[in-house]
């Protein structure tokens, strides 16, 4: 047979239509497991080198390095959401929008007095909630403070009540309107109570904690620098405030919220079905999103970018700004078409961080200007410059973070001025407009008590 086939001129057939698209399927099969296996190994090893640095990278560890009250201590958490219910809002819409702080209302100019209209909603609010207030008074003598959280995958992006944002509105009004009424002691323990509230978000690990912490201090320092324009502090109240307004923690705080942030969106990319937002595709497209090895491949871009930005926690101050904006342009590019990763995470950090920057930039204007008050009360004059506060009144004298110099100082009519260059890094002398201030400052201008109580 074989001799006759060979006689015939026909060979036999091998290769049939159908072996093409089968061996395109095999090497394409091949390349896509391939594809997986690579980037499910660099996904789990950039995981794991995470828990070799002693950061959390499980729910469970994330609950273990988040801070707990020791048992049988008082936890100052359960007043302060004790003191959310409590909260009692007989409001309309106009009247809120009337007030600073809870609305679009503005601060007046310092040293000029509230306006009568809006300070009788203000005293309307408070004396409403005079329970809550009494509870957030008792919460901040206390040292322990835990909002309970939850840390599970159904709730993949934890916040700290809601309730801890109104109760330091709430605290900032109410020494708002002890400064205006010239209680200067109850004005001072309110914004020391809003101040601790705002350090207890702060120490909780998400970025949503750190944004309550810098929102909340922020409204503290505008009350501060309004009432320091109303009344005169005594030393142990300045003292007391300056202490309080330090900024130890703070970078500390906002490392914990990026590795918080980190830990608890790292399941997101192991099993993306189980999150349902409205950005996300369908749950049949995720499971073949993962299956093909896509998730995993996010989760390590996502892992690299978290990685940057906590190096820039690193480095000095002065460096952040030029820092964050070469990796907003990077990584807006590197993940740029993205499933898994909300716009809000593709390189939206770099804001994040210069509001940290912005908001150091204050705390030390206002801890600066503190210890200028204490020398003033202790010398009768204003110092000549910063220097003269040191040792005495600071330990230094404090450093601008966006320029990295010192920070500095102009003594005027009725007052001074302690400011940062700001966001451009020039020095305009302190100056600001209604609509923007040039430069990041922290400004005490007096008025004649005649001038104030024809304003009345």
Known sequence: MRGEANRSGKRPRRFRLWHGPVAVFLVCLVGAQMFRWYWNYAFHQRVASLGDRGYPVTFEQLEAWYVRSPPGQDNAAELVLEAGDSYVDRLDRDEIKRLPLLGHGVTPRRGWALPADVKDVMERLVADNQDSLALLHRAARLEQCCYPMDWSPSQATPYPPLDVIRNGQLLCLSALLAFDDDRAEAGVESLLAALCIARSAGRVPTVYGSLVCMGIRRQAASSLEWGLSRVVLVEQQTRRLQEAMGTEDSLE?????????????????????????????????????????????????????????????????????????????????????????????????????????????????????????????????????????????????????????????????????????????????????????????????RKEATDDAGNR
């Open 253 to 445: 705080g906002l490392t914990r919220s990026l590795v918080g942030h980190l830990c608890t969106h790292l399941p997101r990319f192991e099993c993306p079905q189980l999150y349902r937002e409205d950005y996300l595709p369908s749950a049949t497209m995720l499971k073949a999103y993962e299956a093909l090895g896509l998730g995993a491949k996010e989760g390590a871009l996502f892992v690299d970018m978290m990685e940057s930005y906590l190096d820039v926690t690193r480095k000095p101050f002065s460096q952040w700004q030029g820092a964050t904006a070469a990796l907003a342009v990077e990584w807006d590019e590197t993940l740029r078409g993205c499933v898994l990763l909300s716009p809000g995470g593709r390189g939206a950090f770099s804001g994040l961080l210069m509001g940290h920057v912005e908001s150091r930039a204050r705390s030390e204007a206002a801890r600066a200007a503190l210890a200028v008050e204490r020398y003033r009360l202790s010398e009768g004059t204003l110092p000549e410059s910063l220097t003269d506060l040191v040792p005495r009144f600071l330990e230094g004298v404090p450093a601008d973070p966006y320029a990295g110099g010192p920070m500095l100082y102009e003594s005027r009519a009725g007052g001074f001025v302690v400011y940062s260059v700001g966001l451009d890094g020039r020095d305009d002398g302190g100056r600001e407009t209604p609509e923007e201030k040039y430069d990041v400052t922290f400004t005490i201008k």
